[in-house]
């Protein structure tokens, strides 16, 4: 008898979201119900796929154009299906994933303007009807996010963009998130951390209750 395959479950924000504190809390949810939850991310998640990331990240590329980042981050994604994601849903254990197809949505398509249609070709292309089984959307205010990222000593290559490139980033996951609210749930990540966490962990709980 073959495993039920196992569900897939991402993560994304806008810059200062505080999705890494989010990550632990959507952890404590989904571990009681799939006690072999693989944590990874995006871009990254293989050894081809943190190579990938830390040509995307660094500023030795400034000036990267759009489409070279579309495809690299693409790249890196189809290694990560193809070594993770897929075969570990396949073996019946889930996947918690920071950030994945939706972020190239909001930051290559809102964020540099390439827009949806084309990420939309690359979407299908890799991953046929393939998508996540949930997504939370950690939704701050641009200026809020920025002001507490502003306190990261280093910043990368996208944590460097103004403002009004990450307005644009927040409005495409909006969008997304508008189009399907079967599969998004926004969190308003505005608010204090306990807040925060406990937003998190009622829509999580509901989202494993209705399945
Ligand atoms: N990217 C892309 O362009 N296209 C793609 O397809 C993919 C990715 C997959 C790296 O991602 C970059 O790749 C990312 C998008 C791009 N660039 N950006 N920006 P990443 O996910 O690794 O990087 P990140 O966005 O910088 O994520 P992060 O490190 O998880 O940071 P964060 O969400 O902005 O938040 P944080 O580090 O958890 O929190 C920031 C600070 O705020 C920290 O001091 C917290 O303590 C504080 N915080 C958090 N929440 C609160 C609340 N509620 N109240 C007060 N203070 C808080």
Redesign the pocket.
């Known amino acids: 008898m073959t495993a039920q395959r196992g569900r897939f479950i991402t993560l994304e924000?806008?810059?200062?979201?505080?999705?890494?504190?989010?990550?632990k809390t959507v952890e404590q949810c989904l571990r009681a119900h799939a006690p072999g939850l693989r944590i990874t991310?995006?871009?990254?998640g293989t050894p081809l796929g943190e190579a990938v990331?830390e040509l995307?990240?660094s500023h030795s590329h400034e000036g990267m154009s759009a489409s070279s980042?579309?495809l690299l981050?693409?790249a890196?994604?189809a290694e990560h299906l193809d070594k993770v994601i897929l075969p570990t849903l396949e073996q019946g254990d889930w996947v918690l994933s920071?950030?994945?197809?939706?972020?190239?949505?909001?930051?290559?398509g809102g964020?540099?303007g390439l827009g949806i249609d084309r990420i939309a070709v690359l979407e299908q292309w890799l991953q046929g009807d393939f998508r996540p089984d949930l997504t939370l959307i950690?939704d701050?205010p641009v200026e809020q996010?920025l002001s507490?990222?502003a306190?990261?000593a280093d910043p990368?290559?996208?944590?460097a963009?103004k403002g009004e490139f990450?307005e644009r980033?927040r409005a495409a996951y909006l969008g997304l998130a508008a189009q399907n609210p079967q599969r998004y749930r926004i969190i308003d990540?505005?608010?204090?951390?306990d807040?925060?966490r406990d937003h998190i962990r009622e829509c999580v709980e509901q989202w494993l209750n209705r399945r």
């Open positions: 924000g806008v810059e200062g979201a505080g999705k890494t504190t989010a990550l991310r995006e871009p990254g990331r995307l990240l980042e579309v981050m693409f890196a994604r920071d950030r994945f197809t939706d972020a190239s949505y909001a930051y290559q964020g540099r950690l701050v996010g507490r990222a306190e990261r990368d290559r996208f944590e963009e990450f980033v990540a505005s608010q204090p951390l807040a925060v």
